[in-house]
């Protein structure tokens, strides 16, 4: 693979990638049609019982574009994202993906975005092996007489598309955190979302994997998909993605214009 770095969709400044591959993970297969979706947030804030957990966040993702969110712990980048593909409710701020909008559109919303790994919501079964996961995942999009229809291949297919190659039999369990990010991507994307949605990517992994692996997500959004990843450092992103600060839900206050 070229060392050559793509542009990004809205850069801060770049920094030099680190060169080679993770081991099990290779360029992702091109030819998929673009489904991808823009995704906008204006004044994007949710309050709990115990104070805000995200305020006050505008994000701007065109379609085919990647996006990290980076934050402090308890900026409450998780929730943010499940905002993001409907699976929570803001309290204050308008969500729009392609021409939907949450809070209105809750459920065409789900539709319409994917989720990766996200602790205690898409955990993978560590005692299942690879390929078991993504034939759950097909019979959920396909039914049951989809399992006789070449299984094998979309199988293939969908790891492919994410740039995973390793032995199908092996669990959940043995994968390395940067495949399991990827396998958690290629489960999302079997449903063909416009958007998909990947919380603390670069949890487990040193700065040389990190920036692979946001090279891997460049490369899955050029298939034809719209990524937001959260992490903890936006460092090995730029260049890469836009970088989108998420703020403090503790001293976020902003003076608004009324409307």
Known sequence: MSTAEPDANETVTRT???GGTTGGIVPPAPGHASRALPVETTDLSLRGARGWVYRDVDLTVPAG???ALSGIAGSGRTALLLTLGGRMRPTEGVVEVGDRRVPRDLRAVQRMTGLGLIPGVTDLDPALSVREHVSEALDLHEGVFGRWRHRSARIRRALERVGLDLDPKTLAEDLAPD????????????GEPGVLLLDDVDEGLPLDLQRDLWRRLHEIAGTG???????HDPAPAEG???IVRVPDPRTAVRERTPR
């Open 225 to 231: 998909v719209t990524v937001v990843a959260t992490c």
């Open 240 to 242: 890469l993605a836009q």
């Open 16 to 18: 030099p990638g680190a």
């Open 179 to 190: 495949e399991a990010q990827l396998l958690g991507a290629a489960l999302a994307l079997v």
């Open 65 to 67: 574009g990647l996006a």
